[in-house]
């Protein structure tokens, strides 16, 4: 059994090992079951030492009925008596995974993320901290060999992963719970980790203790090792890959791959290059079947000048200068422009609802907050899609303009996804924009003024 500070040492070493600042400001996701009070409880403990900020969130799915509402109390209720900020949230899982037509637990885990994310941009976070551990670290890597994952996905999960960091990966869930016993900390059982319906609960209650039983008792330790392995291998061949995109990829808006080069590397490195395409035109290579990569490959090798191809949203031309890159169809704007008017305004098409407001309104009424002087308002504040010449003013930049095109290249924002994200405008000059770095009018409202209007932008 696991010593009671033995939770704070690992995250504790997580934290080091993985570059984080002591200063940093962690948005932790709570649940209300046993990992995440057991991670904020440990977290609130060595606050002090490490002087790191703690904000808690707080997802209620609407699947759970009565039980939910329970975990948002527990949560909150905890929450106030540690002296934690918690942010709670609903949203109809069940329906919107429906209208997308996608499974509950991945439109869930996209839900979950963006509203997280979202939250972590308005308060100035620095990290979405979750509970995983190796239970969990073991049961994704079993899923994705399940589903014919390539490299990348025998990862599993990784401790520090852009803005997610899991500092519990270390841990068992016999150490959480015990954790939680010895500490007195307060949880509930989530009944839907029961239902076998999901798949990651058929792994968890059939596959390993089926493998635990009949064939490694060390299963979960042993998966965890080969975790760590292929992540170090994988973050060596990801440089690799980024290296052989710069060499032998040109463009912005149609790519043009040289293809005498791309034809003399080893098939790793064609195949690999491939799927960056994909995420760099579309933003993923969720579509991107094995199948699909070896025929493109075969093609791009030997197909003849004019030929065509069409895959997964892109479109492939063989000419003289090399293969030309497009996106299959052009992009269209997701709705027209839409004035801001006083009070609410219910942006469905774009997925937002937006507070115009003459005065602040308290902190976790919305996600995005921004401060704007009177007379863009005045002017006409609006929601739309990029145009020719947007410019934006980021922070930390001393009030000076910068290009919209060049941020989206350095947030290497799919090319896809460019025509399509949601800008709050003035004119020309773009106030905030979803997933973008923020900009000088983000921020805390801290005082009331006659000179500036109130902005508060949650996304649905």
């Not at 500070?5 to 570059?19: E, L, P, R």
């Not at 390539?150 to 803005?163: C, E, N, S």
């Not at 003289?320 to 839409?338: K, N, P, T």
Request: glycine share 6%; net charge positive; proline share 2%.
């Amino acid at each position: 059994m696991k010593k009671q500070n033995d939770v704070c040492t690992t995250i504790k070493q997580s934290i080091a090992k993985n570059g984080l600042s002591q200063a940093d400001h962690f948005l932790v996701a709570v649940s209300g079951g046993v990992d995440s009070m057991v991670l904020l409880t440990a977290l609130k403990k060595i606050t002090d030492c490490l002087k790191i900020k703690l904000t808690a969130v707080h997802l209620d799915h609407m699947y759970r009925a009565d039980a939910a509402i329970d975990d948002a109390k527990l949560v909150c209720d905890y929450c106030q008596s540690v002296g934690v900020i918690c942010h709670n949230y609903r949203r109809p899982i069940a329906r919107l995974a429906q209208d997308a037509n996608k499974s509950f637990e991945e439109m869930a885990r996209l839900v979950r993320y963006r509203l997280f994310r979202t939250l972590k941009q308005a308060i100035g976070a620095n990290y979405i901290v979750t509970a995983h551990h190796v239970d969990d670290l073991a049961e994704s890597v079993l899923l994705h060999l399940l589903r014919g994952s390539g490299i990348a996905g025998l990862v599993g999960i990784k401790p520090l992963d852009g803005d997610l960091f899991r500092p519990l990966l270390k841990l068992t869930k016999s150490d959480i719970e015990n954790y939680a016993k010895q500490n007195d900390i307060p949880f509930n059982d989530d009944i839907s980790n029961e239902d076998t319906k999901f798949m990651r609960n058929k792994v968890r209650h059939h596959l390993i203790p089926q493998l635990e039983q009949n064939y490694n008792a060390a299963i979960v330790g042993q998966l965890a090792q080969l975790s760590d392995i292929v992540r170090a291998e994988s973050d060596y061949l990801a440089a690799d890959t980024a290296a052989f995109f710069d060499e032998v990829v040109r463009g912005e808006e149609v790519l043009i791959l040289d293809v005498t080069r791309f034809g003399n590397a080893h098939t790793a490195r064609r195949r690999r290059l491939i799927r960056q395409l994909f995420e760099v035109m579309t933003g993923t290579h969720y579509n991107l079947t094995y199948k699909h990569i070896v025929l493109l490959d075969r093609w791009l090798q030997n197909g003849v000048i004019n030929s065509r191809q069409s895959l997964a949203g892109l479109s492939f031309l063989m000419d003289r200068d090399g293969v030309r890159i497009s996106l299959q169809s052009a992009q269209r704007a997701i709705s027209e422009d839409y004035h801001l008017k006083d009070g609410v305004n219910n942006l469905s098409n774009f997925g937002l609802s937006i507070i115009l407001s003459d005065q602040p309104l308290p902190e976790q009424s919305a996600f995005a907050e921004l401060i704007v002087p009177l007379d863009y308002r005045q002017r006409g504040l609006v929601v739309r899609n990029r145009q020719a010449g947007d410019y934006l003013r980021l922070k930390g930049l001393k009030g000076k303009k910068k290009r919209l095109k060049k941020l989206l290249n350095e947030q290497a924002i799919a090319i896809a996804m460019r025509a399509k994200l949601p800008l709050l405008a003035c004119a020309s000059e773009i106030l905030w924009g979803k997933g973008l770095r923020q900009t000088i009018y983000q921020q805390m409202v801290a005082v009331k003024s006659d000179n500036v209007c109130y902005v508060y932008i949650d996304e649905m």
